[in-house]
């Protein structure tokens, strides 16, 4: 290259090497991360104008060490420190104790956001202020095989005296309710399930009775989940989560009252997210059942296109009938031979209740048993 192009043509310049081309561009980056600030980078926090007696002009490290010391109950509004000095005015953040718990105070922290109204640069906090409540998933899944999560919804507050009101004291209530409860235990998640384990080693081998118990999550403040298991003491332990609001307990994509109807719901479904997971594996684009056969119906896959709810499927190849009924071969583009379809014999009809079925051609039908769901033939007593 040298030889032919550089001594010839003196604008010419050789093709940078593999190794040039990364020294060139680590160059690049550092220039660039020289010339745009960080979002990451610690800014000044920016006091705001409040005289509210629980307003503390703190960041959330002093905030905290003040509520270790103070009953439950207590909370404090504090600026919200982020990367930014426009995001630190356009929301506080609100610091509430909600339980003592032997690993420490329960401590939860929650975005307040102000009026999207509110001039910028203003310090003052501008109402109206709102705080995020859960909003319900749906049953859709996106592209990356995640719940479809619907926008988040708000309740709205005047001042921060009705937050205290509305929010805070009803958050500590039913906080209150989940501690004094009967299944309440304590312990962290690792400590929960040897419990457990031992309650199930302690039954008769052939006992059908789960075990379960209800716990705070002390690494998601707001959140607490029942944990339960069956089967012996060889037995896996799982958790079902419910989140905590000022309404009552978000519990599958449903809010209720207290936690004995968390309970109740719990036990009627125990299986409840392994159906809610085969049910979304189902309704995928490319999977051998979907929305249309989960009435009752398996297609197997070249066998037929999805018909209507009852277990039966119009099968793709020319000349075959529906399922569960006899009929004879009928050439491509041609007229059905032989008599009127015939009644389908018995035991090759509709799949029995609870079952679906499968269409091959000639109109029979094969069973098809769900899996079995754990835990199953268990029972989860008082």
Known sequence: ERRYCCDIDRAYRPHPSKKQQQQQQQQQQLEQAQRTPSRTAKQPLQKRQCDHPMFRQQRVVEVVSELKNAPVGTAFFHPYHKPTVAEQLSCIQLSVKLADLPTGPLIYHIEVKESPNKKRGELKVVPPLRIAVP????????NNNKPDKQPE???????????IARYVEKMVERVTEVTTHRKYVVGDMSTIANMLKQQLAAQPPNATAGVYVVALDSHRPGNGYIAFGSGGAAA???REYFTITPDGFFFRQRTLESVEHVISAFKSKPNFKKEQAAQQRHAQPGSKTDASTA???????????PGPPGGYAMPAAAGYGYAGQQQQYRP????YQGPAPAAAAPGYGAPAAGYGGYS???GYQQGY???QQYPQGYSYGR
Not at 135 to 142: A, I
Not at 153 to 163: G, H, Q, R, V
Not at 297 to 304: H, R, T, W
Request: hydrophobic share 20%; charged share 20%; no cysteine.
């Open 236 to 238: 896996n332990v799982h």
């Open 153 to 163: 919804t708000y309740e709205s507050f005047d001042d921060l005296d009705e937050i």
């Open 135 to 142: 909003s319900k998933t749906n049953n859709k899944l996106d």
């Open 360 to 362: 091959q051609p000639g």
């Open 332 to 335: 491509p583009g041609g007229d």
């Open 369 to 371: 048993q769900q899996p």
């Open 295 to 305: 009435a009752g119906g398996y297609i197997a896959q070249g066998y037929g296109v």
